[in-house]
């Protein structure tokens, strides 16, 4: 539905795409303060392939069909607000990824 609310009368986009998927999880506050600072990148489950398995539900309302995105980045991080921000960029012709 977010999906949908941010493309608002827009089409799907056409063409080859860059999706970053970026998750962001709260520190365990069961954690010893020490490791709670340190708390950077989060290494445990929901695994990134899964994360990035939700592209597919993004089909005919952001772009036509997942085989577009030609460029994929999942970032899985702690931080003090949990959320999930799914970017969109179109990719173009002479463009040659990092």
Request: proline residues 6%.
């Amino acid at each position: 539905m977010k999906a949908a609310e941010a493309m608002g009368r827009r089409a799907p986009f056409e063409g080859p795409l860059r999706v970053t998927i970026r998750a962001t999880f709260l520190v365990p506050q069961s954690w010893p303060a020490k490791k709670r600072a340190a708390a950077v990148w989060k290494t445990s489950k929901p695994d990134a392939d899964n994360l990035a398995k939700m592209i597919d539900a993004l089909n005919a309302i952001v772009w036509r069909d997942d085989a577009q995105v030609c460029e994929l980045t999942v970032q899985k991080k702690f931080g003090p607000i949990a959320g999930l921000t799914i970017t969109v960029e179109r990719l173009d012709a002479g463009e040659i990824a990092k």
